[in-house]
């Protein structure tokens, strides 16, 4: 298990839930002074992985038996791009196999944003929150592609029709390699997304200059 290539294609496309075991008002809280705090367990096709804070730092490890074997770790940081002083966004760089993975947050149109992704062997992506006025899912994909490679929908919007139901659920292409899907699962879980959602949604979230919720 340990030998697994984080960039080989999983050879199958698959879906699985995943659950954040922390509420929403405990993310808020300062937790830098707690050793260890357990996020999810998430199943890749024949990987399962466990995500949890040490120190406040997000790392995923592939169990096998007894044994954790950590494949990435990120910290989430405060962007300090255009317009940050408003509209309060988080970067989370990430350490994936031993190979840094950058973002950048960039402009999509007039209010919405994404992450431009940059891993190895000059590989790139954009993730981005995706729908048709509030956002209700998240989108990995590679640059040149029309299609994501990974798609994390979100829990359903309150307040708004035909918002998808049901709970978080990350889906994935066959060719999709579990460096990819891993990314979104981090960026989610530490909540990277509400920085990036469309600013009606944010103003509606009264997600104004720090005021997040």
């Known amino acids: 298990m340990t030998d697994i290539d984080l960039w080989a294609p999983l050879g199958s496309a698959g879906s699985t839930v995943v659950e954040d075991l922390l509420r929403q008002g405990?993310?808020?809280?300062?937790?830098?002074?707690?050793?260890?705090l357990h996020r999810a367990d998430v199943q890749i096709g024949d990987v399962p992985l466990r995500l949890a804070w040490w120190q406040r730092t997000l790392a995923a490890a592939i169990l096998d038996g007894n044994d954790?074997?950590?494949?990435?770790?990120?910290?989430?940081?405060?962007?300090t791009g255009p317009q940050h002083l408003l509209w309060d966004y988080d970067v989370m760089p990430l350490e994936l196999g031993g190979a840094a993975i950058q973002v950048e947050r960039t402009t999509r149109a007039p209010?919405?944003?994404?992450?431009?992704?940059?891993?190895?062997?000059?590989r790139t992506w954009t993730w981005h929150p995706a729908g048709r006025v509030f956002a209700n899912r998240t989108e990995l994909t590679r640059t040149g592609d029309r299609h994501p490679v990974v798609?994390?929908?979100?829990?359903?919007?309150?307040a708004v029709p035909r918002s998808?139901?049901?709970?978080?659920?990350?889906?994935?292409?066959a060719d999709a390699t579990l460096a990819e899907v891993v990314m979104?699962?981090?960026?989610?879980?530490?909540?990277?997304?509400l920085g990036l959602?469309?600013?009606?949604?944010?103003?509606?979230?009264?997600?104004v200059a720090g005021n997040l919720l």
Request: net charge positive; hydrophobic share 35%.
């Open 68 to 79: 954790q074997h950590e494949i990435a770790r990120g910290r989430v940081a405060v962007g």
């Open 26 to 36: 405990f993310h808020l809280g300062s937790t830098g002074r707690i050793p260890y």
């Open 184 to 193: 979104p699962v981090m960026w989610t879980l530490d909540r990277v997304h």
């Open 197 to 207: 959602l469309p600013k009606t949604q944010r103003v509606a979230r009264f997600d």
């Open 151 to 158: 798609t994390h929908q979100l829990r359903p919007v309150p």
């Open 164 to 173: 998808p139901a049901g709970p978080p659920t990350l889906t994935w292409r």
């Open 111 to 122: 209010d919405r944003w994404a992450l431009d992704v940059t891993g190895p062997d000059d």
